[in-house]
């Protein structure tokens, strides 16, 4: 029955849990709002932010757990992929925690603990399934064999599907994460107001960039018609676009499953918190008699208790991390 800390470092959520047997305790996380005022993740400013949060975060997460830290098996951190002065942060703090309890470390790849944030449902899926990874700095397929066992099966060539909703929003003139404004504006919205273009990839591939330069040269036109253009349709434009995003994301998920043969299907990610992915997902897995997973909304954006439950797989696995290890900022799985 491990106790394990968890630390997830690696953009601009500072956050600590604690997991006992693979259970959710305690799961803090300090998101750095600062970024906002920039229009996106400052890199220099997340690390510094984070070396302010990380000991009242972790402290938070023992205190909300009643856990002692002397009760600790391990510890475990974000070792990759994302921004380097962030990672390090988190990596450090997890290290020195560590080795001054002497017990052992667990690094955790952020993408797979992004997939494993499906086992903290009540209800995880069955192996093997395909998760659909959708995040600020990611779109990958992933076939999952086993809790540490997925393959990439295709990823974005270019912008990843939260970078098409955060560039968009901003060009709208939208806060940033925009992610969830156009949401919030799509419910409101004609989703055929605008035809958006499907980019003409391979068939695991995906690419978000022509899409956000669409919307681009749209506002351009519309705006030397009218200056009140995007005030006036906005809903609309936020609907038209992510109907575009959404139809991308899922006809790329479902030709997967039907060529790999599988019947289970999860979605991950900050973009899986999307209402309109989120509940087409589900119709479209209602449709073809497969199971839907999503993870519950709180682990889907970064947070740690997603890492903590990787880093429990990995503590059954015996599978523990030098103190040597540095973090990677780029990579899949
Ligand atoms: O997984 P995550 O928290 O961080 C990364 O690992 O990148 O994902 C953040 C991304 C941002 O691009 C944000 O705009 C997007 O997730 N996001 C959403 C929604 N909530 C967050 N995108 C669309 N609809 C949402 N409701
Ligand atoms: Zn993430």
């Avoid at 990380?54 to 974000?78: G, H, M, P, S, W």
């Avoid at 998760?131 to 076939?143: D, E, F, I």
């Avoid at 295709?154 to 970078?163: H, L, M, R, S, V």
Wanted: include cysteine; charge should be negative.
């Amino acid at each position: 029955m491990p106790y394990i800390l968890a630390i997830e470092s690696s953009c601009d959520e500072t956050s600590a849990a604690i997991l006992t047997d693979g259970k959710v305790k305690s799961n803090i996380i300090s998101s750095q709002l600062q970024h906002s005022e920039y229009g996106g993740v400052i890199p220099e400013l997340a690390s510094r932010l984070h070396q302010q949060q990380i000991i009242r975060v972790v402290n938070q997460a023992l205190k909300q757990a009643e856990v002692d830290k002397r009760q600790l098996d391990a510890v475990a951190f974000t070792r990759g992929p994302g921004l380097l002065g962030a990672l390090l942060v988190g990596t450090c703090f997890a290290k020195a925690y560590a080795f001054g309890l002497g017990i052992p470390l667990i690094e955790v790849n952020h993408m797979q603990a992004h997939v494993l944030a499906n086992f903290l449902n009540p209800q995880p899926p069955a192996f093997p399934f395909i998760c659909l990874t959708v995040s600020g700095g990611h779109t990958q397929l992933v076939l999952v064999r086993d809790y540490l066992d997925m393959e990439l099966l295709g990823q974005t060539i270019d912008d990843a599907a939260g970078e098409a909703f955060d560039k968009a929003a901003k060009i709208m003139g939208l806060p940033y994460p925009g992610g969830p404004h156009i949401d919030r504006h799509a419910r409101q919205g004609r989703r055929d107001f605008y035809n958006f273009p499907t980019p003409e990839v391979g068939a695991k591939q995906f690419s978000f960039s022509g899409l956000k330069t669409s919307m681009l040269y749209l506002l351009r036109k519309g705006l030397q018609e009218d200056p009140q253009y995007i005030e006036k349709h906005l809903d609309d434009l936020c609907a038209s676009y992510q109907y575009r995003i959404v139809s991308i994301l899922l006809d790329k998920l479902e030709q997967a499953a039907l060529e790999q043969g599988v019947a289970h299907l999860a979605i991950a990610g900050g973009v899986s918190a999307n209402s309109e992915l989120r509940s087409r997902f589900q119709q479209l897995c209602q449709d073809r008699g497969w199971t839907a997973h999503i993870p519950a909304f709180e682990y889907c954006t970064d947070n740690a208790a997603m890492s903590g439950i990787a880093a429990h797989y990995k503590y059954l696995a015996g599978e523990f991390t030098d103190l040597s290890a540095v973090p990677f900022t780029r990579g899949g799985l």
